[in-house]
C-alpha cells in the first residue's frame, strides 16, 4: 500500500539555524498538509497546499515557515532561524479529497532545537 | 475552531467498553478519528459525514448525530491493542482546515 514517506526521521539542530524537513506524499494524492506536535499535545495543523500554492495556513505558520513544492514529487517545510519552542514533531498527510477522504500521515520528522 | 473531546483520559480493563466523545458548537462538514500509538503517526480509523451517521463495525464504530454538531466513538469489548490516543479532527467548512481535538488517551489494561 502506498504510503507518506518523510526524512530524516530525527533532526537535531542548533538554535538560529535553517531546517528543512522532506515528504513525499501518495503519488495521486493532490493535497499536501503540515502539521507539528508538541511532545504529549495535540496535532497542531501548520499549512495546507494544493495546485502548488498554500490554501491555508494558520497562525503558527509566519514569517519563519515556507513550503514549496521543488520537483512534482517532493513537498518540503522550511523553518528559518529556527527557536527553542520549534522542537516537536513534524507530521506531513496527503490525501486526493479534502473533506471526503482521510489524510494519510507519514511517520513524522522529531525536530530537536539545541 | 477546535473540537471538544471527552474524557481526557480513560482507563479500561480487557473486554470492557468505552465511549469517546467530540463535540462542537457549531454544525461540522465532517468529522475524522484517528488513533495514534505513542511516537507513531496519527492512524485514520473513519469519517463521518452525513447526519445521522453511524459507521464501523462491530468493534469500533462511530456516529455522528443529526444537528452534525456531536461524534461519538465507541470501542466494543477492548483489547490491548486499542491502547492510544484518539483524536477527532473536523472540518467546519469545505475551504477551512482539519483540526483536531486535544485528543482522549485511552489505556487498556489486563
Known amino acids: 500500500e502506498p504510503e507518506v514517506t518523510q526524512t530524516p526521521s530525527h533532526q537535531v539542530t542548533q538554535m538560529g539555524q535553517e531546517v528543512i524537513l522532506r515528504c513525499v506524499p501518495i503519488?495521486?494524492?493532490?493535497?499536501f498538509y503540515w502539521y507539528r506536535q508538541i511532545l504529549g499535545q495535540k496535532v497542531e495543523f501548520l499549512v495546507s497546499f494544493y495546485n502548488n500554492e498554500i490554501s491555508e495556513k494558520s497562525e503558527i505558520f509566519d514569517d519563519q515557515f515556507s513550503v514549496e513544492r521543488p520537483d512534482g514529487s517532493n513537498f518540503t517545510l522550511k523553518i528559518r532561524s529556527t527557536k527553542l519552542e520549534d522542537s516537536a514533531m513534524y507530521f506531513c498527510?496527503?490525501?486526493?479529497?479534502?473533506?471526503?477522504?482521510?489524510?494519510?500521515f507519514g511517520d513524522g520528522t522529531r525536530l530537536s532545537i539545541l | 475552531q477546535q473540537p471538544v473531546q471527552s474524557p481526557q483520559a480513560v482507563i479500561l480493563r480487557e473486554g470492557e467498553d468505552a465511549v469517546i466523545n467530540c463535540s462542537s458548537s457549531?454544525?461540522?462538514?465532517?468529522v475524522h478519528w484517528y488513533r495514534q500509538k505513542h511516537g507513531e503517526a496519527p492512524v485514520f480509523l473513519m469519517i463521518l459525514l452525513k447526519g445521522g451517521e453511524q459507521k464501523g463495525h462491530e468493534k469500533i464504530s462511530a456516529s455522528f448525530n443529526e444537528k452534525k454538531q456531536q461524534s461519538s466513538l465507541y470501542l466494543t469489548a477492548s483489547q490491548l491493542s486499542y491502547s492510544g490516543t484518539y483524536f477527532c479532527?473536523?472540518?467546519?467548512?469545505?475551504?477551512?482546515?482539519?483540526?483536531f481535538g486535544k485528543g482522549t488517551r485511552l489505556s487498556v489494561i489486563a
Open positions: 503519488s495521486n494524492h493532490l493535497y
Open positions: 498527510a496527503s490525501n486526493r479529497d479534502r473533506g471526503y477522504q482521510p489524510q494519510h
Open positions: 479532527g473536523t472540518y467546519a467548512s469545505g475551504n477551512t482546515p482539519l483540526v
Open positions: 457549531k454544525a461540522l462538514y465532517s
